[in-house]
């Protein structure tokens, strides 16, 4: 992902797909969620179909003056709690923090996705992102980058089956009301929120064949 502002960090990892070389159904996508706020928690509704080998990732991108107010101290999703895995910071006296959590095999439904932080945040936004015929495996890899001042950013991965995707968070500690810019090809964004002062977005990139890839 180019072309954002100032306070940025973006977060990637890699999703397999669940039978790969093997004639299983490609990894598809199911749904996307977002939504934004300020305080200690932030409550998202989303919808997660009846498909197989489901997994759904919330990425969360929070602007706040301390470290402690910043940081998810847990997410969960009908009640059930998500992993962690990944998280960073930039900035200095306002901090611009992203983490990336993930939950195999999610209820099927619409349910809310609660995010609590470690205080009440100046500005929170989160999105979700529901997949299926994904390996139901903790993810396998990931990289995560800060950086501060920057216009522009990108995250590589090196996945290692052909077929997988992969998924990522990016924030910004500026408002970016035309929407962040540029993507990777064959990168899909999938949520954004682009009108506060903490803008967010994430998205989701397939790789025909294993190998480093950038998002």
Known sequence: ???????????TYRVQRDDPGGGGDPIAFDSASFGNGAGATLTISHTVANQ??????????????TAANCAV?????????????????????TLQCVELWYLLAPDVGTFNIVITFGGAAANTTGGGISLYNVK???PEDFNSQGIDPATSITTGVT??????WLVDAVGSGNAIDTGFAALES????????GTTTNA????????????????
């Open 52 to 65: 197989s080998n489901r997994v759904l990732t919330v990425g969360t991108m929070v602007e706040d003056g």
């Open 159 to 164: 996945t290692l089956t052909d077929g997988a």
């Open 136 to 138: 139901q495996q903790a």
């Open 186 to 193: 064959g990168q899909t964004r999938r949520f954004e929120d």
């Open 73 to 93: 101290s847990g997410i969960t999703y009908n009640s059930v709690a998500l992993t962690k895995i990944a998280s960073n910071t930039s900035g200095s006296t």
């Open 1 to 11: 992902i180019s072309s954002l502002p100032a306070e940025q960090w973006t977060a």
């Open 200 to 215: 967010g977005a994430g998205g989701t990139r397939y790789i025909a064949t294993a190998g480093a890839a950038d998002m």
